[in-house]
């Protein structure tokens, strides 16, 4: 029922910087706390960074420093901008959303279909 689609990946040389962007569309719904993932290939899939509704950030100790994220509740958006981007942050990025219908009493976890960075040295 809600979308989640990111955008901003791609090729990037070390040291520099991407911004990624999730939007969440949809109807009769509200987004609780947002997050990004990441996979590497051969690697299982790891936080990189949260944040609240209220605007609490959590980040991997990994990215702490270089990457920052931010939502605009107005627009169902949440953002990770990525600075001084190292060979080893390349992985497929995903969206992840807390999402709680109108009506229902629970919320459910939804996923993006992931962008890809790609940090050359």
């Known amino acids: 029922q809600v979308q989640l689609v990111e955008s901003g990946g791609g090729l990037v040389q070390a040291g520099g910087s991407l911004r990624l962007s999730c939007a969440a569309s949809?109807?009769?719904?509200?987004?609780?706390?947002m997050g990004w993932y990441r996979q590497a290939p051969g690697k299982q899939r790891e936080l990189v960074a949260t944040?609240?509704?209220?605007?609490?950030?959590n980040y991997a100790d990994s990215v702490k420093g270089r990457f920052t994220i931010s939502r605009d509740n107005a627009k169902n958006t949440v953002y990770l901008q990525m600075n001084s981007l190292k060979p080893e942050d390349t992985a497929v990025y995903y969206c992840?959303?807390?999402?709680?219908?109108?009506?229902?009493?629970?919320?459910?976890?939804?996923w993006g279909q992931g962008t890809q960075v790609t940090v050359s040295s």
């Open positions: 992840n959303a807390e999402i709680l219908y109108f009506g229902s009493m629970s919320s459910v976890s939804g």
């Open positions: 949809g109807r009769r719904f509200s987004i609780n706390a």
């Open positions: 944040i609240t509704s209220g605007g609490g950030t």
